[in-house]
């Protein structure tokens, strides 16, 4: 079993509550990333966003600089949001990462992403959100599974490639595509018809509802005829890891209040409310907030619903203090992992 | 939730039109309490056999065709996709909207941004021969399988309903019962500006009794 990060970047706070600047969050983000690597920690994503509180609009760059200053862990987005960014560059941006990390670290995870800001942002009409994310995601496989260097694609809603060079090429060949999901059955589908690996994103409710999901994936993947190493499952949550549950708990829910509030304000959500919190943030709730014994136990458990082969923890949000979110990517790398494997072992 | 008996008034089968989060919460908790099922997308029923089958286990993978032949049919798709349903096949029939229109969340859409109506009473204009019930669009998805009770229980979790036609809303209020909630009519269909999005009882859970004092509330200032 992996054990990963995955964040949006998160701009810190200063103690009157008011953002720091945007570029802080970048900086840390890169610290983190090379303490995670330095730890042992297997997995670090990216995720594009778009907002002055998370801003990690550019996954690929973020990448390409961690790949340099990285040794052993593997690199991803979480996710590129393909719909309104060009496939071409996204490959790009990515197989040139995976040149300069020595090859076979670095992934692309495609997915819609949990908002619509980028449809303003690029130009992009959300009346077309379907057939931009499907005609995206095939254009980014036919590069990726491309024997050669040129490329020959045609599609509506980018100009065709016809024989043209899309270099450079992955170290290995091609790089893990990723599909992300927050859990709609139709998307389940898509991945296992695709073939590729999914990944879910459970932000709420009780993690193992998804297992029928991930049964409905692999379901779906054998009646198409994909079998073979493509066919795995991620899920990405929340959390944070402490020395002692409370800990973790006082440490999180500042930062998780802030979110919300953002979120709210955007979105029309009520107040945040602690108990909420606090439902969440123990079994058999979707946040992965406790000592290194409890988020072990509950990975485990996870595990035996959905099968995962890697869970990465999305922890430093609202402004978490910095030094919390390196002592959480630690204790995941250095206690929770060795527990997880033991756990594993002995069932 | 016990099994619907076999009353003329009663409905028996439902259909869900969508499979996403919303129409497989639907579906399974309508199976719960022991309906028929049936589940329809915009992809043949064959294409979508093993997904309903594993999703929404015990119900059926037909047509919108068909599952508009249900005695209530559920519209759980994007909202943005109304206009894909087909008002001859929903015609005089008993049609539950569960779809928001939440801008911020899914991106504004020409037909409900700039509009004072209602997003259900765009849904209405468009199925104009349909008996449209705006309701199952302030629970969450998760919470749906979840909080229902028996009738009866003390704080029983309740839901709103506002529509333009009586009969649609008694046959949608016995659903909501059998399905686990207490069924609020709120009044008629543009009355479910109140249980919108951002609103208090979109954003929170009530019992009947609540729900009933927060409409009421939001009646006083007309009146006044």
């Known amino acids: 079993m992996e054990l990963g990060a995955y964040s949006f970047g998160d701009t810190p706070r200063n103690p009157d509550g008011s953002l720091r600047p945007t570029s802080e969050a970048i900086r840390n983000l890169h610290e983190a990333i090379v303490l995670a690597d330095q730890n042992g920690l297997d997995y670090f994503g990216i995720g594009e966003h778009h907002t002055v509180d998370m801003p990690a609009s550019s996954p690929g760059t973020v990448i390409a600089a961690a790949a340099s200053a990285t040794k052993q862990i593997k690199l991803g987005s979480g996710a590129s949001i393909i719909s309104t960014d060009d496939p071409v560059r996204v490959f790009q941006q990515f197989a040139t990462a995976d040149a300069v990390s020595g090859g076979g670290r670095i992934e692309i995870t495609a997915g819609r992403g949990s908002s619509v800001e980028t449809f303003p942002l690029f130009g992009y009409d959300l009346s077309d959100y379907d057939r931009l994310y499907a005609e995206k995601l095939d254009l980014l496989m036919a590069i990726n599974s491309s024997k050669t260097e040129n490329v020959t694609w045609s599609g509506t809603v980018r100009p065709a490639l016809d024989d043209l060079a899309v270099v450079p090429r992955p170290v290995n060949g091609r790089l893990p595509l990723w599909l992300a999901t927050g859990g709609s059955a139709p998307s389940s589908v898509r991945a296992g018809e695709l073939g590729l690996p999914i990944s879910y994103g459970i932000i709420g409710g009780t993690p193992s509802r998804f297992a029928p999901l991930a049964e409905l994936y692999r379901a779906t993947a054998a009646k198409a005829g994909h079998t073979g190493d493509d066919i795995k499952v991620s899920v990405a949550t929340l959390g944070l890891i402490a020395p002692t549950k409370k800990e973790a708990l006082e440490r999180f829910y500042p930062g998780w209040y802030n979110l919300n509030i953002e979120m709210g304000k955007l979105r029309g959500w009520p107040a945040p409310d602690k108990r909420h919190f606090l439902a969440q943030a123990a079994f058999p709730g979707a946040y992965y907030v406790g000592d290194p014994d409890e988020v072990a136990q509950r990975v485990v458990d996870l595990h035996g619903h959905m099968g995962h082969m890697r869970h990465f923890l999305q922890m430093d949000i609202g402004g978490l203090p910095h030094e919390h979110f390196l002592e959480s990517i630690t204790l995941l790398a250095t206690e929770v992992k060795p527990r997880v494997e033991r756990l594993l072992k002995n069932r | ?224």
């Open chain 2, 1 to 224: 939730m016990s099994a619907p008996q076999n009353h003329p008034a009663e409905p028996r089968t439902i259909g869900v039109l969508g499979a996403g989060r919303v129409g497989t919460a639907v579906g399974r908790q309508a199976l719960k309490a022991g309906y028929d099922v049936l589940v329809a997308t915009s992809q043949p029923a064959d294409d979508i056999a093993l997904m309903v089958q594993i999703m929404t286990p015990g119900a059926i993978a037909v047509t919108a065709a068909e599952a508009a032949g249900s005695d209530i049919v559920v519209v759980a798709v994007p909202l943005h996709k109304y206009r894909t349903l087909n008002p001859e096949l929903l015609a005089g029939k008993t049609v539950i909207d569960a779809m928001n229109y939440w801008a911020p969340v899914d991106g504004e859409i020409d037909d409900f941004e700039n509009e004072d109506r209602t997003s259900s009473e765009i849904v209405q204009a468009y199925l104009a021969r349909s008996n449209v019930v705006k309701t199952l669009n302030h629970i969450g998805y998760h919470d749906l399988e979840v909080d229902g009770q028996e009738p009866g229980s003390e704080r029983r979790r309740a839901l709103a309903l506002a529509g333009d036609h009586q009969d649609a809303k008694e046959l949608v209020s016995r659903f909501i019962n059998r399905i686990g909630y207490d069924a609020v009519d709120a009044g008629p269909l543009a009355a479910g500006r109140s249980f919108q999005p951002g609103t208090e009882i979109f954003n929170g859970s009530h019992t009947a009794d609540q729900l009933r004092s927060i409409l009421a509330a939001l009646r006083e200032p007309a009146r006044a």
